[in-house]
């Protein structure tokens, strides 16, 4: 639960300041430091970013009355209802966070095995 919302609160922040792939960063940081397993890293990034993702896209179809997110879902997805773009944001936004987890528990598994065949050797 920790590393979910540690990922949340910081993609939230750091959105405003760094472009949007640094939730990519935060969930592979997140990840690396706290996830035991692949599975649990990869949940927690893509919890983390798409509820995150919902929220914003939720928060500019409402400022907006829809026409922005009705627009963009007549261009990007050939519809006139902006609800499909409103589930496949999150959805896009989930997968590059949980992807990011996944690496970062990945790479942190690699350098702890690494670490402990060379103290075997020693």
Not at 38 to 65: E, K, S
Not at 85 to 110: C, W
Request: net charge positive; aromatic share 14%.
């Amino acid at each position: 639960m920790l590393p979910f919302i540690v990922i949340a609160l910081l993609s939230a922040v750091l959105q405003f300041f760094l472009p949007w792939w640094s939730i990519a960063a935060v969930a592979f940081g997140v990840c690396f430091w706290r996830s035991q397993t692949g599975w649990r890293a990869f949940g927690n990034g893509f919890l983390g970013i798409a509820v995150i993702w919902f929220f914003y896209a939720l928060v500019i179809h409402l400022q907006t009355d829809g026409i922005l997110t009705a627009r963009m879902a007549g261009l990007l997805l050939k519809t006139h209802s902006s609800i499909p773009l409103l589930l496949l944001t999150p959805l896009i936004g989930g997968l590059v966070g949980g992807f990011a987890g996944l690496a970062g528990q990945q790479v942190r598994t690699v350098l702890a095995a690494n670490r402990s065949s060379t103290l075997k050797r020693v």
